[in-house]
Nanobody
Framework: QVQLVESGGGLVQAGGSLRPSCAASGRTFSAYTMGWFRQAPGKEREFVAAIRWSFGSPAYADSVKGRFTISRDNAKNTLSLQMNSLKPEDTRIYYC????????????????WGQGTQVTVSS
């Protein structure tokens, strides 16, 4: 079992930055592929970024590529998402997710999810 708790969301003006984080506890964090997803009210959850435990390049949605950077600290059991040049359309609830044995890190399946953190970008 893995428990995930997000923090660091908030309200920011367009063009600003935020850095939400995800604290993981439970089983060995370093063995899991970790990802960020986001969801707007009434819409499906969408992939944002993901990173494997120790090999391969991170993956990003086209809509955030070049603006967002995913990183992980296996020693501290934390996952972060540096979000720069934020746009009003980035306003979503952002979720941290974890999974093992994932071939396609954009699609999952991810077995564990956090409760989400709200990111709001004003124009």
């Amino acid at each position: 079992q893995v428990q995930l708790v997000e923090s660091g969301g908030g309200l920011v003006q367009a063009g600003g930055s935020l850095r939400p984080s995800c604290a993981a506890s439970g089983r060995t964090f370093s063995a899991y592929t970790m990802g960020w997803f986001r969801q707007a009210p009434g819409k499906e959850r969408e992939f944002v970024a993901a990173i494997r435990w120790s090999f391969g390049s991170p993956a990003y949605a086209d809509s955030v590529k070049g603006r967002f950077t995913i990183s992980r600290d296996n020693a501290k059991n934390t996952l972060s998402l540096q979000m720069n040049s934020l746009k009003p359309e980035d306003t979503r609830i952002y979720y941290c997710a974890a999974g093992r044995g994932i071939t396609d890190i954009r699609a999952g399946p991810y077995n564990y999810w956090g409760q989400g953190t709200q990111v709001t970008v004003s124009s």
